[in-house]
């Protein structure tokens, strides 16, 4: 990694404050290239996943397009048509370049769109380097938070290419499985009344995303969470139950989709998990393999999710009742935990840990789906011009799910952060923790 | 429609409690059919909609599958095959005839599904004169209300189906439009606090669907509701400032729906509209008229419904917001006022009457959407059995709209009645109420 | 049928000498309305059929367009909207109602459609006692043939449509199966040479499509051709040797076709077959009977047609084969010998004769599928104007049946008809005779 | 070049008959690959097409399958998964890897793919250099001519991918192009008469796949046929003379696929042509360039060469007629003759050449569409065994095109070699060459 962080920029940025974590965030981008060839960063998967070698140049087209353009003095753009190959979806900065088409642009080259970071991390940290820009600093921050959510993207979109060639080739060194002793599940109450949830900048830290915002009231009834996310081993009960045969546990949306799956075979577990010979197996970053009890469940629909825990006589929670019980934690703030983020190196949830008199795992290992979609909290306002399209328009059957996951950077997510995908996604690291009434 | 009446039962069952409201409803229903020929009554315009003749059949299926069927004695099914075409989607019940295909089922006649119907209301009145089967009469109440939404959806899907036949059939008489003077739009503000949400016996009357319930707080900011509906005139300054040209005015998938309407046009106007040498007019249930600019606008999507209120610097209502204005109108309760409802015979919305100290057509006319989802209330849980499907289990990707329409039988709803909807439907009459921060 | 044939015309123009097949053919079509209700000709089963409804007003459409408005002074449609509504596919005239559509115009209605050919016949009629309107006796010719072809996929269409009702309603009695003697296959040789292929009218009589000429020469190998169609018990042995899991038997493109069959299953055996507790169903014209193993197999397509020929060693014969062994029948012209057309009421193919000395069943029972594409005939122009869209526009990924069925009008067909249908299309009367190298 | 050469097998194994061949075929598809990155090489840009890393192993997989699995002793497959990932179509070898999915295998890597080759490479050279093996030669000239079909795929399928990244990056150096003289079309007359087709080895080589036989007679009336093949200027002519707007002057079929083109536009050019500011480009081997009117108009499909030659009042070819025009030539031969093949570099057609007194470019620069669908000639058999495979089964809404392309290598045509594509195709070099009657 030495090598590709000494490209970066002058020696002179280095020493300016925002110069630091963006250099940070920007290495950790490219290390996550390492073990990948130039057609692996090549692939789109399906429509909704990007080719790693996309990420890495529409992270540095945020930066550019936002920054760059705004605040530098006879900017020119890298490649003028960059602009509508790397724009995803912001209709204020103009055409973009056909989603499903992506995988199908080997021009530039991977070696092209290095040397377009390399470029462009150049002219920032010339910027960054200059202080006082009013907003600067706000858009890096911005950029860099951006970057983060494609370095997730990375890894969830690699993971499902990956399954499509035999062989399960692994993206990663397998991890240590220690074996534990599987946790029996105990619930944690929580008393009714007024709340507040959303963005608390002294308990959460001076970012966020605007759909955190603003901070409101909202009435909770009494209500028991999970003491930790549903395991494989429980997960497998359901399956074993009949689960994805009996339409009284799903939603009518979800029992459609579960026999409209795979061509003439229906849905029968989550995605990526095999049986062969009586046992089950799973695809993951580190190859294929078998599948731990005591380790949570991921990789759920919203459907799947939700059908488990009707089908054990629960609840998935409110995302106000996630909010405030992450909050009444003893150590509320993600970042001061132990916690399987990606910086872990797991890239896969880890085994359940001892019971602990408070909820665990709730950073960290899986994305929890909640029962809320994703709505605009009451006042929301986007912020004006192209930026503003960052998250308010996609609030629209979709479902939030909290708490990061195996593949989130550590100290990117926080108790108010609104992770959200349509019911049917899977290719997340997505699982759940259940809820009831108290 | 005193012939048809006649020919429901004996007489003797006219004079119980419970004979005289299914006597009622069930006429009700077969009086819809009068200015319809056996082919419209057969023919399914699109996968959403159904027959005439299959709905006629359906709410007859629901009195003899979840009424006679358990308390008759020595039950015997009309016929064996009714049970899987004329079953919707009740799992719990058995296989049902696939939807796409109600269209296709010459077989029943109209003729015998009529002799259906009369064979079921002669035992259903038979029933009725015992008295004291417990849960009978909830069930004969369910099965009437039920009978009473196909009501509406009889309406809705005939209209549709009429849409395709040249010359813009009618299927009423043209109702009489007094030219009004347009009544500016006010607003009404309403002070924040927690309020009790859903079914109120003693405000909405017995009957209630499980959706509405149970009856819980939910913390209110300030707000401010419009004085009546959008109006035509309103919404076509919305098209003529390129509203269907503007993605910023649209959620995500919403823009995505605009452009991907009609084959190789894209969507530019409500359902139904259409510009003829510079006027607009729409098909109704009275044929082709042109539109008035003082009626509310109606056949929106949540999605332009969505963006007009965005277009106007306003919002959706909360169904919350709305049922809390609803429920402050000096008289709430919707059947003690006279509204446009389906018994009024316009089945059209109506000019806005003359501005009021109160908000206006809060009930009947146009359904308003809201910006939430249809999801549970805190505590919710469907009945057990096969009638539970009737709601929870849709509970996914739609949005609630609220109020009833011209379309919608007297008496039918109340201020916690839920309807629901996807984003992309039009075919209901679905106008909307603006609201804004208090 | 006396009152229908009464309500045609004025009785002056009984006599003309085109006025009686006029009036023939015409009552015909309507006296295949019989057994159906106004819902049965409202519906379109699928894409490529049409309603009943349909095809009485398209084939007074094709005589209003063609000859009224050509020859008739002062000619006045009967309603503008029908032009368009029950054109076909002559781009000539004009734009056409959306096929698919067909079956949601409730408008006009079946009283108004047969008003429509009331008024067309009594204007025909008026027409055809002016005599020598040059060009006037050829359109009415074509026109009459026309609709016999449209009387055949009135048989057809229905019979699909009706699939779709459970019950197996029947349209016709049933037929009288007389018992039969097994015949065993036998071949009949022809030498090689060169041959007139094509239209004669000596042969044929008067008429006959563009598509049937110029008369031409071909050269053939030497050949053999069976003494009889494929029987339902040949087939049924095709499919216990596991012909539909067998790829080697089938075009690369009929195979992907046996496997995205009906969802979740693949085909396995014709359209209309079902095995029902061990034994083999099909859907009739006459409602569900069990199958009769000495009858033509039918509702094959192409595909099915070419793999049985392929599992049993032999193959389909090319147009030219077929039409030189039909003319080296004894009594060569189809209208000269007694057949299994529609006039027979059987509306099902019957079953095999006693063997001969030489090939039986070549006309009527079943349309035979040949090898040969639906392609022009070495010369062939088609005719100038819309009239010229008859055939030649659809000469494309067709392939050729020739000897007509159990549906098709006696008198229609002759040794140069030529049938044409894509290689999938199963829902006409087609079944095969086979063919080997001489 | 030289070193790829050089790494394919051992020098002994250089001087024996069939090696010589063997190394220069394999030799040249790997040069094929010089200006490609491994991105390149990965992509799929549609269904129909393949990357060429798996055009790359499975020409392999045909010789490992094929010859080694067969002919060496102690046979090991070099990679066991492989046999389903580079198995195209052949049931008789077994599973098939999903023909959609070629574009998302990164495993086996390039360089994995070119390890495969070589040790391949190093087997077969042992192999043939034993002499003797019954069917060997005939397997291995089977194998290189199938590996010649792909290397014209390679160039035609990178083509379609490269279509997709803007900037249009050039395969290959610009083409010299001289500018000439157009040369106004003629024509050439034959007499009618019986006439042999197919496969005859004194005339066309030693080697023929199994479509080219048996040799056969066929009568073909007089016709004519044009000097050459239709030119960029004459089909710009069609298109500005509303060609794309006139439904009379295509198959029905043909309309349906004009109007169902590009999303929202309808197709009105060929495949890569684009109108700028008035002047016609279009995206070729060597980038974008400007279309030059007098060479041969290509990327067309059956559709457009069906309708442009109506537009002008001829037709297209028979295959027979073709064939037998090309017999005709004073040189028939195409090895013999200059010709702008693959091996010229030009890897775009070429201008036409001075008139002569016989057509010209027969042979090579487009491959011209026929009249005659791609069926079996009379006495037609296809080999014993999943080589079998190989012709017979696609012989099904396809049509024929003659004469080779400049992406065709050198020698691997002959007069009677069928090629064959669906009528919609168009990624291929094709055009047209005008015939009528004589």
Known sequence: MTNISTSIGPPGAEGTPSGVPYRRVRAATEALLAPLTAEDCQVQSFA??????????HVTWFFETFVLERFETDF???????RVLFNSYYQGVGE???RPQRGLLTYPPLADVLRYRARVDSRMLALLGDEGAAGLQALVELGL???????????????HALSYSPGHPAYAQRWPIAAVQPQSLRWFGFAEG?????????????????NETPRHRAWLDAFEIASRPVSNGEYLAFIHDGGYRRPELWLAMGWDWVRGGPPQAGRAAPLYWQLIDGRWYHHTLQG???IDACTPACHLSFFEADAYARWVGARLPTEAEWEHAARS??????ATRPCNFADRGAFHPLPQPQAADEPVQMFGDVWEWTQSNYNPFPGYRPPPGAVGEYNGKFMCNQFVLRGGSCATPAGHVRASYRNFFPPDAQWQFS???LARDG
């Open 48 to 57: 909704d996943a990007s080719p790693a070698k996309w990420h890495l140049a």
């Open 76 to 82: 020119q753009p890298f490649d003028t048509s960059f």
């Open 96 to 98: 973009q370049h056909p």
């Open 145 to 159: 938070q951006h970057e983060q959510q494609h370095q997730e993207l990375i890894l969830t979109d690699i993971k």
């Open 194 to 210: 007024l709340q507040e949830i959303g963005h608390q900048p002294s308990l959460d830290g001076g970012f966020c995303f605007d």
């Open 288 to 290: 294929r393999v078998e």
């Open 329 to 334: 934690l003893r150590s509320p703030a993600a």
């Open 431 to 433: 699982g759940l923790r």
